[in-house]
T-cell receptor
Framework: DAKTTQPNSMESNEEEPVHLPCNHSTISGTDYIHWYRQLPSQGPEYVIHGLTSNVNNRMASLAIAEDRKSSTLILHRATLRDAAVYYCILTAAGGTSYGKLTFGQGTILTVHP | GAGVSQSPSNKVTEKGKDVELRCDPISGHTALYWYRQSLGQGLEFLIYFQGNSAPDKSGLPSDRFSAERTGGSVSTLTIQRTQQEDSAVYLC????????????FGEGSRLTVL
């Protein structure tokens, strides 16, 4: 099964950009890269996902390496509300592992005022 | 409702009792996932449904755990003869298309086994 590796924690100051890395060196060609975040006592919340090309939405940007073995979630201007655990997840869209979720350990993001 | 609904939100039970946890996905979502989160831990995959079938049950921790989904909608996770190590938040998610689409999570069912 494809697995992901993330740093345990990162810190940022408010209004500054944050780059959250994720390594997934054993990713298969049909795996989508998803990012979710989880605030305390809440279920995870979708942030962004992609397959090969970089993606942008109102919350963040996702930069995917050309070989797809790593990706970076970019928060352009961190706010205190962005403080959460960020999970990098691979979802299999084909093959024998169809639909199975593979979780990283998650990165605890602390945002300082 | 508009989102994924889980019940009960909180369940306290005695060791050895059976519990049922329910997940009502977003209408029209074909894919449904169960996973759990122990205190201070990450998310642990349990089982995935595509329609009524479960192509992957490999995450179920033991044969005391079972899940079913009927009518391509509501799913029930059953834990028989609960143990203290079963205490966790059990989270359900659904997506329009399995493997690709955005996952919508419920708020979870917190299970405490005394």
């Amino acid at each position: 099964d494809a697995k992901t590796t993330q740093p345990n924690s990162m810190e940022s100051n408010e209004e500054e950009p944050v780059h959250l890395p994720c390594n997934h060196s054993t990713i298969s060609g049909t795996d989508y890269i998803h990012w979710y975040r989880q605030l305390p006592s809440q279920g995870p919340e979708y942030v962004i996902h992609g397959l090969t090309s970089n993606v942008n939405n109102r919350m963040a940007s996702l930069a995917i390496a050309e070989d797809r073995k790593s990706s970076t979630l970019i928060l352009h201007r961190a706010t205190l509300r962005d403080a959460a655990v960020y999970y990098c997840i691979l979802t299999a869209a084909g093959g024998t592992s169809y639909g199975k979720l593979t979780f990283g350990q998650g990165t605890i993001l602390t945002v300082h005022p | 409702g508009a989102g994924v609904s889980q019940s009960p939100s909180n369940k306290v039970t005695e060791k050895g009792k059976d519990v049922e946890l329910r997940c009502d996905p977003i209408s029209g979502h074909t894919a449904l996932y169960w996973y759990r989160q122990s205190l201070g831990q990450g998310l642990e995959f349990l089982i995935y449904f595509q329609g009524n079938s479960a192509p992957d049950k490999s995450g179920l921790p033991s044969d005391r755990f079972s899940a079913e989904r009927t009518g391509g909608s509501v799913s029930t996770l059953t834990i028989q003869r609960t143990q203290q190590e079963d205490s966790a938040v059990y989270l359900c998610a659904s997506s329009l298309v399995g493997g690709e689409g955005e996952l919508f999570f419920g708020e979870g069912s917190r299970l405490t086994v005394l």
